[in-house]
């Protein structure tokens, strides 16, 4: 059988000897007869049968999931701030290349201009 012990406390027996009580869950094992038949014994202890055993374990596991899933939560938060700053270094670097693609077009038609009027000048002389 399991017990429950809801709060710390100290048995203090008429020979003198002491049982400390922590909290948490504990086998029949842990505690003798005479500390099973104390008279504060039944104030912090209480005997669980297999559902409230299972019950404490699926607390217990809930409790750790959450604490998981809150992990990995703060991680993918973390990843995600990551890649926005990456888009949005992207995002002016797209920006940079566009402005310089307008500038290069620019100078493209300037030198297509300059060009044309070599040739002009080039075909003038020759008549």
Known sequence: MKYHVA??????FADGTKLELTPGIHDSKNFTEAAKKHWA??????????ADLLKEQ???NNAARVALLETENTDLKAQLESRDESIGNLTNEVLDLKAQLVEKD???ETLNSEL????DQ??????
């Open 7 to 12: 709060a710390a406390a100290t048995l203090s």
């Open 41 to 50: 014994f039944g104030a912090y202890v209480k005997p669980l049968d297999e």
């Open 58 to 60: 699926e607390a217990s």
């Open 106 to 108: 620019s100078a493209i």
């Open 116 to 119: 044309a009027a070599l040739k």
């Open 122 to 127: 080039k075909n003038g002389k020759k008549q």
